[in-house]
């Protein structure tokens, strides 16, 4: 039995409206089938079946609301299965050593606390927590100041460049690999000393020669470039002059087949594909949910929006813009520079900087 998760479709929005449920209860499913399309203020995609089997145990109907990383339902072998137990939604009182005496606190709201190394002790005991006090409480924790490495080159220390949405979606992606500790954000126009997610605000351009002296060589690139890829682009070569290297990062929670390349400064947000012999340029990003399947080719700096699907071959030019829920079909070009409009459908090759509107079906 596979459990279908309620995936993440807009890194600023956690909940999504159940638009409409393509099927009921105990229907029989092919791998690939729509289950339901989901929409935010800014996003839609669908969530497919992964696999052939039976639709069981759905939590949610059209119209409903849910959460990223909430249960929708089942897919079984026999629609006569048996329902998991739903988990138990308030962590219970421990007696030992993991919560504080008296603490009642949510699971959502635990795993963001130990996802972010949060003191339990410092929660309320006459409340029942959620994630909303976990996040006041993470905004009240005074950080140190950054001490230096004790070696030349800190191997594990990023600077995430912009802290915008983007940015946020990016410090939880870094944590969650486990490998790189986030030591601060730099961002030209925050004030110095603000906090996002527990992580301080360390100044803006200035301050990268006096980070890359501690010790600090490696940075993401926080800055999307939605309406100006160009402004995207300055931030790599800021990063570069003053001697930062950009790693490619990539959610656990996303599939990435071993025979894909993924160049420097890559991005793959949770829940998105990259296919067999797929090809990411440098500082590409597939965002949440998105597909990128087998012997697809990405220039430097592509976006590929929350939902978006690229058939098997498709070719993207450098800077080109794939906007949210687009379906592009077999083998088509996309130009250097072009632009694709949010769940437009594109069937033949498109020019350099073309632009295709939302919701059309390109060509004409």
């Not at 449920?21 to 499913?29: I, W, Y």
Request: hydrophobic letters at 45%; a negative charge; one cysteine or more.
């Amino acid at each position: 039995m596979d459990t279908v998760i309620i995936p993440l479709i807009n890194p600023n929005e956690p909940e999504a409206l159940l638009a409409d449920l393509h099927v009921s209860e105990g229907q029989r499913v092919d791998a690939g089938t729509p289950l339901c399309t989901l929409e935010t203020t800014k996003a839609s995609a669908e969530v497919l079946a992964e696999r052939d089997g039976y639709v069981i145990g759905l939590r949610l109907s059209a119209g409903q609301t849910g959460r990223a990383g909430e249960v929708l339902c089942y897919l079984a072998d026999s629609p006569d299965e048996l329902i998991p137990e739903p988990a138990s939604p308030v962590a219970e009182v421990s007696q030992g050593k993991e919560l504080p005496p008296g603490l009642r606190i949510t699971a959502p709201a635990m795993a963001l606390a130990r996802a972010h190394g949060l003191d339990l002790s410092r929660l309320p005991t006459n409340v029942l927590v959620t994630e909303s006090v976990v996040r006041a409480s993470l905004e009240e924790v005074v950080r140190p100041e950054f001490t230096p490495p004790s070696s030349s080159f800190d191997p594990q220390a990023v600077i995430v460049y912009g802290g915008g949405g983007h940015g946020k979606s990016l410090i939880d992606l870094v944590r969650s690999l486990g490998t790189y500790k986030v030591v601060g954000v730099v961002d030209d126009g925050l004030p110095k000393g603000q906090v996002i997610l527990g992580v301080p605000v360390l100044g803006g351009l200035e301050a990268l020669p006096e980070l890359q002296t501690q010790g600090v060589r490696l940075a993401v690139n926080a800055v999307g470039g939605i309406g100006d890829v160009g402004v995207r682009v300055k931030v790599f070569q800021k990063l570069a002059q003053a001697g930062f290297a950009c790693p490619a990062v990539a959610h656990p929670s996303a599939v990435i087949e071993p025979s894909a390349v993924l160049a420097a400064g890559v991005q793959v947000f949770p829940h998105a594909y990259v296919g067999s012999d797929a090809r990411l340029g440098y500082g590409a990003i597939v965002n949440t949910g998105a597909i990128v399947s087998h012997d697809c080719v990405l220039g430097d700096y592509v976006n590929i929006s929350p939902g978006a699907l690229l058939a098997g071959g498709v070719q993207v030019g450098s800077g080109a813009l794939v906007g949210m829920g687009v379906t592009v079909n077999l083998g088509v070009r996309v130009g250097v520079g072009a632009r694709l409009g949010n769940s437009s459908t594109v069937k033949t090759d498109v020019p350099d900087k073309g632009v295709v509107r939302a919701g059309s079906i390109w060509p004409d």
